[in-house]
């Protein structure tokens, strides 16, 4: 049995939790570089939190600019086995209107200039990402999420675009012509990233604007998202007590395999391998290596 350790990554407007019955920042080394932050691990609720500012306290890193392999690293470093994102995003559909949230379970990643996987030349692996989040996570987080009668929707495409300027209706219209739901700039690499260490994810995309397409809203502009950012940010962190509160004390064995992406998926003969590559990876993937 593996303790269940919850891992929160807070993104725009979620720098920190509150109702910790104790914690403290803790500063993690990572081989892949410097984390947005330092992480704050307590107990919320009787479970073991690890809370990471995806931007840092204070906002600091742009989405091109996050060291996401040194974040995912961290957590997994921590302990974590089960991943929530929780990120503010653009909606593409007109059903989901600014404070809501949407349980997503797809990506299509648009980015280009981030790192995206802590495997290469010298150790190839390559894992599925066919269902990119852990769904009895997400049966968790939807339970949470009804308890404490927030308005969201199961399911959902979120488009990851590279950033950092918002998209041209062109783009806007293309993405809805794709069937997607939500846009926003950081969920990919992440949600990769957490495959590649054997971790749980799971995204709660809370919609702050409807981007730029809806023709009875003007085009997304950044006070209109703090507005909404103010009014969420509470209910996100009632979302996460609640989801610790419910959190089994051991982790629940991922049904598709996301605990267990590595079993099969290194490519690389053992002899072939770079010493170097192997030593960073050694808390990503220790548990096969
Ligand atoms: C503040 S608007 C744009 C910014 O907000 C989202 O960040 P996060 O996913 O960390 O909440 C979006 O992806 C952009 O980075
Ligand atoms: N419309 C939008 N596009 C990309 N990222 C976002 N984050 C919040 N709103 C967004």
Redesign the pocket.
């Known amino acids: 049995m593996t303790e269940a350790v919850l891992g929160i990554?807070?993104?725009?407007?979620?720098y920190d939790l509150p109702g910790f019955e104790e914690s403290e920042w803790v500063s993690i080394k990572s081989p892949w570089g410097m984390p947005s932050d330092d992480v704050r691990i307590g107990e919320l609720n009787h479970r073991k939190v690890v809370f990471l500012p995806?931007?840092g306290r204070g906002?600091v890193f742009?989405?091109s600019d996050?060291n996401y392999r040194a974040n995912i690293d961290v957590m997994k470093r921590a302990g974590v086995t089960d991943l929530v994102?929780?990120?503010?995003?653009g909606s593409l559909k007109e059903a989901y209107a600014p404070g809501s949230f949407v349980l997503v379970d797809q990506f299509i990643d648009r980015t280009f200039a981030r790192q995206k996987s802590f495997f290469g030349r010298g150790c190839v692996a390559h894992v599925s990402l066919a269902h990119p989040v852990s769904p009895a996570l997400v049966d968790m987080v939807e339970q949470a999420a009804k308890l404490e009668a927030l308005d969201y929707v199961r399911g959902g495409t979120y488009l990851?675009?590279e950033?950092?300027q918002?998209s041209s209706l062109a783009e806007s219209e293309l993405y809805r012509t794709w069937g997607c739901d939500v846009?926003?700039?950081?969920?990919m690499p992440e949600a990769k990233l957490a495959r590649e260490a054997e971790i749980c994810y799971s995204t709660v995309?809370?919609v702050?604007d409807y981007d730029c397409w809806h023709p009875d809203h003007g085009s997304?502009d950044?006070q209109d998202?703090?507005a909404v950012?103010k009014r969420n940010t509470e209910k996100a962190q009632r979302l996460v007590s609640r989801l610790a509160s419910i959190l089994p004390k051991d982790h629940v064995a991922c049904p598709i395999g996301s605990d267990r992406a590595l079993d099969f998926a290194i490519m690389t003969a053992s002899d072939k391998r770079d010493p170097d590559l192997l030593a960073r990876l050694d808390a990503v993937a220790g548990r096969v290596l």
Not at 85 to 89: F, K, L, M, Y
Not at 183 to 187: E, V
């Open positions: 990554i807070g993104g725009s407007g979620l995806r931007h906002h742009a989405p996050i994102s929780i990120s503010a995003c990851a675009m950033g950092p918002f846009i926003g700039m950081t969920n995309a809370m702050t997304v950044i998202i703090i950012l």
